[in-house]
């Protein structure tokens, strides 16, 4: 399973929309509840001037109205990507006057084993 499903399937639990790379802002029409993210790929561990992994960056944004009560389900939300293989999150509190807006970010890697630095990403 790719990055981007294993982060897919861990939110999707929650019932509120999941949509990779989707500002709703800009949209112009967005529920009120909605989670997005983005995730960014490098080689590491090198070893012999080729990357032995494929290090994925994951930034996870949850928006909720003010008001809202949305603590319990921003830990459930660390719970479940942490299960799902990534890092324990680290949140920022991102909310202005428009709304609720929590950051969480994580990572994981990937072996690149046998395959050609030039194969392209795993799980992609």
Not at 4 to 19: H, I, Q, S, W, Y
Not at 49 to 59: A, I
Request: proline share 6%.
């Amino acid at each position: 399973m790719s990055v981007e499903a294993r982060v897919k399937a861990a939110l999707d639990v929650f019932g509120d929309p999941v949509e990779k790379s989707l500002l709703y802002a800009s949209a112009g029409k967005r529920p009120p509840r909605y989670y997005t993210f983005s995730c960014e790929s490098f080689g590491d561990n090198y070893g012999d001037d080729e990357p032995g992994c494929e290090r994925w960056l994951v930034s996870v944004h949850f928006f909720a109205p003010l008001g809202e009560s949305c603590l319990q389900q921003v830990r459930e939300t660390k719970g479940a990507l942490f299960r799902a293989g990534f890092t324990w999150p680290r949140c920022v509190d991102a909310t202005d006057q428009d709304g609720q807006h929590y950051v969480l970010e994580c990572e994981t890697a990937e072996p690149i084993g046998d395959r050609g630095v030039d194969d392209g990403p795993a799980g992609v």
